[in-house]
């Protein structure tokens, strides 16, 4: 039996937000389950590159015990995923053209697979499983 693909749109900057999005991003792909992440609007910014984590994230009632307890990044936890899984995630195309911004120069190394309008990944997403973050 084959597994439905997930899906996840990822809209929120709140650490919160995108520690959960690694976290169920990278479980899911280490599980031979495909992932695609669509990261959008606030969620875009803290994958600028050159980024502290400091810098990167902020708000939510977990943030500070995500800095100060070693939690691992949720960079790292994509990262982790992507290498060992069938996971693929994209940048928002247009989030990318409001900031004047390219995956390859102006997003976290090695990570987006390219720019993606929302109407393709939602098309996409129609083979499997949806959520958004």
């Given at each position: 039996?084959?597994?439905?693909?997930?899906?996840?749109?990822?809209?929120?900057?709140?650490?919160?937000?995108?520690?959960?999005?690694?976290?169920?991003?990278?479980?899911?792909?280490?599980?031979?389950?495909p992932?695609?992440?669509?990261?959008?609007?606030?969620?875009?910014?803290?994958?600028?590159?050159?980024?502290?984590?400091?810098?990167?994230?902020?708000?939510?009632?977990?943030?500070?015990?995500?800095?100060?307890?070693?939690?691992?990044?949720?960079?790292?936890?994509?990262?982790?995923?992507?290498?060992?899984?069938?996971?693929?995630?994209?940048a928002?195309?247009?989030?990318?053209?409001?900031?004047?911004?390219?995956?390859?120069?102006?997003?976290?190394?090695?990570?987006?697979?390219?720019?993606?309008?929302?109407?393709?990944?939602?098309?996409?997403?129609?083979s499997?499983?949806?959520?958004?973050?």
């Amino acid at each position: 039996m084959s597994v439905k693909p997930l899906y996840i749109m990822l809209c929120s900057g709140e650490h919160e937000k995108v520690q959960l999005a690694a976290m169920i991003a990278s479980v899911a792909a280490v599980s031979d389950r495909p992932v695609e992440v669509f990261v959008t609007m606030n969620a875009l910014l803290p994958f600028e590159r050159g980024l502290s984590a400091e810098q990167r994230y902020q708000g939510g009632h977990f943030h500070e015990l995500f800095m100060t307890k070693n939690v691992p990044d949720a960079i790292e936890l994509f990262s982790q995923g992507k290498m060992l899984g069938e996971m693929k995630m994209w940048a928002c195309s247009l989030v990318l053209d409001l900031k004047h911004w390219d995956c390859d120069t102006h997003l976290a190394e090695d990570l987006f697979d390219g720019p993606m309008g929302l109407a393709k990944f939602l098309a996409d997403a129609e083979s499997g499983e949806l959520i958004s973050i």
